[in-house]
Protein backbone atom coordinates (compact mmCIF):
# COMPACT_ATOMS: atom_id res chain seq x y z
CA UNK A 1 0.00 0.00 0.00
CA UNK A 2 1.09 3.62 -0.92
CA UNK A 3 1.34 5.67 1.63
CA UNK A 4 2.87 9.41 1.10
CA UNK A 5 3.10 11.47 4.16
CA UNK A 6 3.78 15.59 3.61
CA UNK A 7 5.70 18.14 5.69
CA UNK A 8 6.66 21.42 5.38
CA UNK A 9 3.47 23.74 5.99
CA UNK A 10 2.78 26.52 7.98
CA UNK A 11 2.13 30.34 7.98
CA UNK A 12 4.33 33.05 5.71
CA UNK A 13 4.15 36.30 5.24
CA UNK A 14 4.07 37.16 1.42
CA UNK A 15 7.72 37.02 -0.06
CA UNK A 16 8.64 34.75 2.15
CA UNK A 17 9.90 30.85 1.66
CA UNK A 18 9.03 27.22 2.32
CA UNK A 19 9.96 24.22 1.96
CA UNK A 20 7.36 21.17 1.66
CA UNK A 21 8.37 17.51 1.59
CA UNK A 22 6.61 14.33 0.70
CA UNK A 23 7.90 10.94 1.48
CA UNK A 24 6.51 7.98 -0.40
CA UNK A 25 6.39 4.81 2.00
CA UNK A 26 7.59 1.08 0.80
CA UNK A 27 9.04 -0.18 -2.59
CA UNK A 28 6.86 1.42 -5.05
CA UNK A 29 7.70 0.09 -8.73
CA UNK A 30 6.48 2.01 -11.91
CA UNK A 31 6.44 5.24 -10.74
CA UNK A 32 6.24 7.44 -13.37
CA UNK A 33 6.20 10.88 -11.87
CA UNK A 34 5.56 12.85 -8.19
CA UNK A 35 4.15 16.32 -7.81
CA UNK A 36 2.10 18.46 -5.66
CA UNK A 37 -1.85 19.88 -6.28
CA UNK A 38 -2.95 22.48 -4.18
CA UNK A 39 -6.89 23.33 -3.13
CA UNK A 40 -7.98 26.68 -2.46
CA UNK A 41 -11.21 27.07 -0.78
CA UNK A 42 -13.83 27.32 -3.03
CA UNK A 43 -11.42 26.11 -5.95
CA UNK A 44 -11.20 22.96 -8.04
CA UNK A 45 -7.77 21.47 -7.28
CA UNK A 46 -5.06 22.01 -9.20
CA UNK A 47 -1.53 20.98 -10.68
CA UNK A 48 1.27 23.05 -9.13
CA UNK A 49 4.08 20.92 -10.33
CA UNK A 50 5.61 17.43 -11.35
CA UNK A 51 8.59 15.93 -11.88
CA UNK A 52 9.14 12.36 -13.76
CA UNK A 53 11.45 9.07 -12.78
CA UNK A 54 13.60 10.91 -16.02
CA UNK A 55 13.90 14.46 -14.17
CA UNK A 56 11.39 16.35 -16.15
CA UNK A 57 9.70 19.02 -14.77
CA UNK A 58 6.35 20.49 -15.38
CA UNK A 59 4.81 23.74 -13.44
CA UNK A 60 1.93 25.71 -13.33
CA UNK A 61 2.27 29.40 -15.25
CA UNK A 62 1.12 31.18 -11.67
CA UNK A 63 4.32 29.45 -10.06
CA UNK A 64 6.99 29.11 -12.95
CA UNK A 65 10.16 31.09 -11.76
CA UNK A 66 9.04 31.16 -7.78
CA UNK A 67 9.07 27.48 -7.02
CA UNK A 68 10.82 24.60 -7.66
CA UNK A 69 10.36 20.58 -7.30
CA UNK A 70 13.09 18.01 -6.94
CA UNK A 71 13.38 14.57 -5.59
CA UNK A 72 15.29 12.13 -4.25
CA UNK A 73 14.43 8.82 -5.94
CA UNK A 74 16.29 6.73 -3.88
CA UNK A 75 14.15 8.13 -1.06
CA UNK A 76 11.13 8.22 -2.56
CA UNK A 77 10.60 12.06 -1.56
CA UNK A 78 9.50 14.77 -3.47
CA UNK A 79 10.52 18.79 -2.88
CA UNK A 80 8.26 21.50 -3.53
CA UNK A 81 10.61 24.87 -2.93
CA UNK A 82 8.58 27.68 -2.46
CA UNK A 83 9.86 31.13 -3.03
CA UNK A 84 8.44 34.68 -3.28
CA UNK A 85 5.24 33.46 -1.71
CA UNK A 86 2.43 35.45 -2.48
CA UNK A 87 -0.99 35.17 -0.66
CA UNK A 88 -2.75 33.73 -3.71
CA UNK A 89 -0.74 30.63 -2.90
CA UNK A 90 -2.83 30.36 0.19
CA UNK A 91 -4.15 26.32 -0.29
CA UNK A 92 -4.06 22.76 0.99
CA UNK A 93 -1.30 21.32 -0.74
CA UNK A 94 -1.31 17.57 -1.71
CA UNK A 95 1.26 15.47 -2.48
CA UNK A 96 0.76 13.00 -5.96
CA UNK A 97 2.68 9.76 -7.23
CA UNK A 98 1.53 8.73 -10.15
CA UNK A 99 2.28 4.71 -10.78
CA UNK A 100 2.19 2.78 -14.40
CA UNK A 101 -0.55 0.13 -13.95
CA UNK A 102 -0.46 -1.78 -17.42
CA UNK A 103 -1.58 0.29 -19.60
CA UNK A 104 -3.16 3.01 -16.90
CA UNK A 105 -2.10 5.41 -14.53
CA UNK A 106 -2.85 5.39 -11.02
CA UNK A 107 -3.04 8.28 -8.66
CA UNK A 108 -2.11 8.04 -5.18
CA UNK A 109 -2.43 11.14 -2.59
CA UNK A 110 -1.34 12.50 0.39
CA UNK A 111 -3.67 13.85 3.33
CA UNK A 112 -2.75 17.64 2.48
CA UNK A 113 -0.84 20.09 4.10
CA UNK A 114 -2.09 23.43 4.78
CA UNK A 115 0.25 26.33 3.30
CA UNK A 116 -1.06 30.31 4.38
CA UNK A 117 0.21 33.01 3.30
CA UNK A 118 -0.04 36.80 5.16
CA UNK A 119 -0.27 40.18 3.14
Known amino acids: QVQLVESGGGLVQAGGSLRLSCAAS????????MGWYRQAPGKQRELVGD???????NYADSVKGRFTISRDSAKNTVYLQMNSLKPEDTAVYYC?????????????WGQGTQVTVSS
Open 51 to 57: ITTGGST
Open 26 to 33: GFIPNINA
Open 96 to 108: NLKRKIIASLVNY
